[in-house]
């Protein structure tokens, strides 16, 4: 069976670039949003979902923390997606050509020295898969897309400038999201784990929770931290760490972790992308 891998935006997006390199033999299932990717996988529309969650460049996610822990899904893979943003115009344009480029708001610092000194307007859009598609539609040279190689070729759009992002390094982190766990140890990279967790409310309790981890030698990749419920006070922390629950450190690590929480949730144990390292 084929099945269906969701992702937020249209064809030709980054997400769906994603899934053509993470899952090829997938059927790619565009949403408007984050949330009506994950919705597609609970009511069974979809197999996955490729949620991003941070970039080198830009950061964070925006939102992409606070949906994980209440989605009811659960972490099966990551996929390591490098990055590359070309200048899309439509047929005969030329680079001098160009006076505006639509492209996501993300994108924008990530380029921001190839459009000054090009004298290029940015101008945000919702999508840079959408931002292709407009440009395709509107058939005006002085108007170009940020967006990847895949839009160019979904929309049939010239590529004016190639891989013109300002940092070599650009590459987005991807989550692949599934109704059902998978503990099963695979992959040749390592495996990785994720949660959430809540501190209690006593003096230096992050300090005392995170102790169990550097004491019984486990790595932590990531550690993010998030208001919830309105709250300043109430503050919900994401983490990453290498290793297998079913490892006697890590399990070590949790069970500490666990006497200074008032809430620790599993949200996936799945093989490191190789492109970790």
């Known amino acids: ?62 939102d992409i923390h606070r949906l994980l822990p209440a989605s009811g899904l659960h972490i099966v893979a990551e996929s390591f997606v490098r990055v590359h943003i070309n200048l899309l115009g439509v047929h005969g344009a030329r680079l001098h050509d160009v006076r505006r480029a639509l492209c996501h708001v993300v994108l924008l610092p990530q380029c921001g020295e190839f459009l000054r000194e090009h004298g290029i307007e940015g101008v945000v ?47 987005t982190r991807f989550l692949l999201m599934a109704r059902e766990p998978d503990y099963a140890r695979r992959g040749k990279a390592g495996m990785m ?18 102790g169990g981890f550097a004491t019984n ?17 109430a503050t919900q922390f994401y983490a990453d760490i290498e290793g297998h629950p079913d490892d006697r450190n890590v399990q070590l690590a949790l069970e500490e972790l666990a006497y200074f929480s008032t809430n620790v949730t599993l949200l996936g144990v799945y093989p490191a992308d190789p492109r970790r390292r």
């Open 193 to 210: 784990t994720s949660f959430v967790f809540r501190v209690r409310n006593i003096p230096a309790a992050l300090y005392k929770a995170m």
């Open 1 to 62: 069976m084929r099945g269906r891998i969701a992702f937020q935006g249209e064809l030709g997006a980054y997400s769906h670039q994603a899934c053509r390199e993470t899952r090829p033999d997938m059927e790619p299932l565009p949403c408007r949003t984050f949330e009506d990717a994950i919705e597609s996988v609970r009511k069974g529309d979809a197999e996955l979902a490729m949620l991003p969650v941070e970039n080198t460049t830009y950061g964070r996610v925006a």
């Open 125 to 171: 859009t919702s999508d840079n898969a959408r931002a292709a598609r407009e440009v395709a539609e509107a058939g005006d040279p002085s108007v170009a897309a940020l967006a990847s190689d895949l839009a160019a070729e979904v929309y049939g759009l010239d590529i004016l400038a190639r891989h013109i992002e300002d940092q070599a390094h650009n590459t």
């Open 217 to 233: 030698g486990v790595n932590m990749t990531k550690l993010e931290s998030y208001m919830i419920d309105g709250s300043f006070s």
